[in-house]
């Protein structure tokens, strides 16, 4: 249903923006698909790299099955509205052959907190940042301002949790399942789990530089990739700042609306209100959104092909 209503959102808002502006404007990138693309794919790398990293010795992984798992996983997360809750069991059950699903998971899952804290500092900082360049409706400053409050009440009691430790999942499992039930054992290990999560970063010293280094290089050549898409479009770069508050904004689209395959519609929608709203003209909006969502597909295509591959091999002869 999701998917249905987004294709009519998609329709109706590139018919009324004009769609020949914004077939001139996707004619502008030309042969630029492939630089956005490619970043896309350097994209995937961090992420692929930040998981590596959140291994528990003895397990590794080489980067290029990382890397496939990773693309293979978003691909699934794309597809279907499940998000995080189909893309990273998929990502595990990708290198199960390479590292037992275990601890994959558990890497997977560090590795998620570490990069929803740096998509959380990314969208307060191009909020601010958009506060202070742009004059904005009281109803959208307000919003502004309520979103930062919001990241920064995340960021305390994230910090209090790192504090005391808490197992609150596995504490409240605790209590609901029966004693005599076969599911404590799950409990638990879920219990091991919180711990693992909680002291990675006391255990793990080495690798919180180059785990942090690798989640910032994501957001990078995300305001990277705005900023190529945008001067291939207008034909002029926009100031680094105004590409780093629109992959903020970008951010938190993907956030909001993750369980919308595809996001179709919704990214055209809202970021060509955003750049109406800024003075920018709702075509530039719409045609970087629809950019985005070419290279998306060509990466979903690319994952889906290493999920086919990936059964064949493992199928039984």
């Known amino acids: 249903m999701a998917t249905v209503l987004g294709v009519v959102l998609f329709a109706w808002f590139v018919w009324q923006v004009g769609p020949a502006e914004i077939w001139n404007g996707l004619a502008q990138v030309g042969w630029g698909f492939t630089a956005i693309i490619a970043l896309a794919g350097l994209r995937f790398a961090t992420r692929a790299t930040a998981w590596t990293l959140c291994l528990e010795p003895p397990h590794t992984l080489p980067l290029p099955a990382a890397f496939a798992a990773v693309v293979a996983g978003d691909a699934v997360g794309n597809l279907t509205p499940l998000g995080l809750f189909a893309s990273e069991p998929a990502k595990a059950a990708f290198v199960r052959d390479r590292v037992p699903l275990g601890p994959a998971l558990t890497a997977l899952a560090i590795e998620n907190i570490f990069y929803t804290l740096s998509v959380a500092a990314m969208i307060g900082a191009s909020t601010i940042a958009l506060l202070l360049i742009f004059e904005l409706p009281s109803a959208v400053r307000h919003a502004a301002w309520v979103s930062l409050v919001a990241i920064a009440a995340g960021f305390v009691v994230t910090a209090f949790l790192l504090w005391r430790r808490p197992a609150l999942v596995s ?17 638990g290990q879920l ?9 990675f970063a006391v255990r793990r ?16 050549l995300g305001v990277l990739e705005v900023h190529l898409t945008w001067w291939l479009i207008q034909g002029a770069a926009p100031p680094l700042v105004t590409s780093f508050i629109f992959e903020g904004a970008n951010r938190l689209v993907q956030v909001l609306f993750k369980f919308v395959p595809f996001r179709t519609g919704v990214d055209e929608f809202t970021t060509g209100s955003f750049t109406e709203m800024l003075g920018f003209g709702a075509a530039l909006g719409t045609t970087l959104a629809i950019v985005r969502k070419i290279r998306t597909i060509v990466w979903v295509l690319v994952g889906t092909s290493l999920l086919i591959r990936k059964s064949l091999v493992a199928r039984p002869r």
Do not use: G, N, W
């Not at 690798?214 to 957001?219: D, L, N, P, S």
């Open 171 to 187: 504490r409240a499992l605790s209590h609901i399942v029966p004693k005599t039930s076969r599911l404590q054992d799950r409990v």
């Open 191 to 199: 219990h091991d789990l919180e711990a693992q999560i909680y002291t």
């Open 205 to 220: 010293r080495r690798v919180l530089v180059p785990l942090v280094a690798a989640e910032v290089m994501f957001h990078v």
